[in-house]
């Protein structure tokens, strides 16, 4: 059968293409993709072209699908798969394989495997390590994102703290601890906030630092004061493009004590340090954010690493129950991914928006692989109401919710796109 997909040849070539895909073997699934959410990585891997690590040295002969943040259904199921799969079944997939210790990923590595594309082969691997992922809910964007919140998850996951004179590691954050998320306002920052906010373990304190007010303001609306007192968190938000000494006032806020769990959401040497200096005793950072930079440090202090003692450490992604849990908590609507969705579009829009990515502004960039249409941000619905019916009933279900995308508004522009 045929597809459309956006593939990728080499350093900054993507092109949008129709061509055959291959029967499926007996161990393989043929799945329609309905949505794609743009990750950074796509654009670091697509500049890199052959570069990059997950790439094939072949590709300029052997284009890959691009896209690893995407879900559909399943539309044939081979014959080896039957017992475990059906056809009409919703999933998403964790796609940091890691199969047999090699690199390749769906949307880097695959030439019918990925997100950006209407319909795509699943092989067995994905099946053998158990990451093809039954999705219960409704909405597809949201298991979409359950990738981008998978790597959020990890992050609580993996910090970690100590007891005095003994060799254990207790991971996750302090349960009714003091958190602080720093440069924490964009897309990533936002699902951060929203599963400290709902998970089962949560702070009593909770700080959120961005030098951009219009996205901290966003933000705020979001998620309330009422609602994180609710949940029994202290909320803050604290713009530092201002302050003086950034971690003085951040430790103000919390009676001097310095905090038990900092992340850090750019790759800003400023935020590294200060996030280093809030640190409360047995304090973990976790450095998030993944810097283009081989070269990027920061200082931090060792004095306090020796005695007090706090500890540094980094995550880059979640693992298949972190996307399981993900999953769960969209689909029981404990989390709602869409506070990260700021612009839509089809899959014409798709190459374009990659190579742009670093230039546009907002956060998570949506792709319906089954319709054409110009990346639009949601704002712009409005805007755009005289120009076509669609936009216009779009920006009134839009209102409805809270100015967010949202379940309904998906349900129409699949029903009234091609």
Not at 244 to 250: I, K, N, Q, R
Request: glycine letters at 10%; one cysteine or more.
């Amino acid at each position: 059968m045929k597809t459309r997909a956006v593939r990728l040849y080499g350093e900054n070539d993507l092109r949008l293409e129709e061509f055959e895909l291959p029967e499926i073997n007996d161990d393989e699934i043929l799945a329609k993709i309905i949505s794609n959410s743009i990750c950074m990585s796509t654009y670091k891997a697509v500049i890199q072209g052959a570069r990059h690590k997950r790439v094939p040295n072949d590709v300029a002969d052997n284009p890959t699908l691009t896209g690893h943040e995407f879900a559909g259904e399943i539309v044939e199921v081979g014959a080896d798969l039957k017992d475990e799969f059906e056809v009409g079944q919703k999933f998403a997939v964790q796609p940091a394989l890691n199969y047999k210790g090699s690199p390749y990923a769906p949307g880097y590595s695959y030439p019918h495997f990925g997100g950006n594309s209407e319909y795509a082969i699943i092989p067995k691997e994905v099946m053998e390590l158990g990451y093809l992922l039954k999705y219960e809910g409704e909405a597809f964007y949201e298991a979409s994102l359950s990738e981008p919140m998978s790597c959020i998850i990890g992050g609580y996951h993996a910090v970690y703290h100590t007891e005095s004179n003994n060799y254990i590691h207790k991971m996750g954050i302090v349960e009714g601890g003091k958190t602080a998320l720093l440069g924490a306002a964009g897309p990533m920052g936002l699902g951060a906030i929203d599963y400290a906010l709902h998970a089962d373990r949560k702070p009593s304190v909770l700080v959120v630092t961005d030098i951009d007010q219009d996205r901290l303001d966003r933000a705020a609306s979001l998620f309330t004061q009422e609602e994180a007192q609710k949940q029994g968190v202290e909320l803050h938000f604290i713009n530092t493009a201002d302050l003086d000494d950034v971690p003085a006032e951040l430790r103000k806020i919390v009676d001097g004590d310095g905090y038990d769990d900092v992340f850090v959401y750019a790759p800003v040497r400023e935020l590294v340090e200060q996030g280093d200096q809030i640190l409360g005793k047995d304090g973990c950072m976790n450095f998030f954010a993944g810097p283009t930079d081989k070269e990027f440090s920061a200082e931090v202090n060792f004095y306090k690493i020796h005695y007090s003692p706090t500890h540094i450490m980094g995550s880059t992604g979640g693992n298949d129950d972190d996307m399981r849990e993900s999953l769960k908590m969209s689909a029981e609507g404990k989390i709602n991914p869409a506070t990260m969705i700021t612009h839509v579009g089809g899959l014409d829009s798709a190459a374009d928006t990659i190579l742009n990515l670093p230039d546009i502004p907002g956060g998570k960039k949506l792709v319906y692989t089954g319709i054409d249409m110009e990346l639009t941000a949601i704002d712009d619905f409005k805007n755009k109401a005289d120009q076509s019916q669609i936009f216009a009933d779009l920006a009134e279900i839009i209102e409805k919710h809270n100015g967010l995308w949202s379940e309904e508004a998906e349900k129409y522009l699949l029903k009234k796109c091609k």
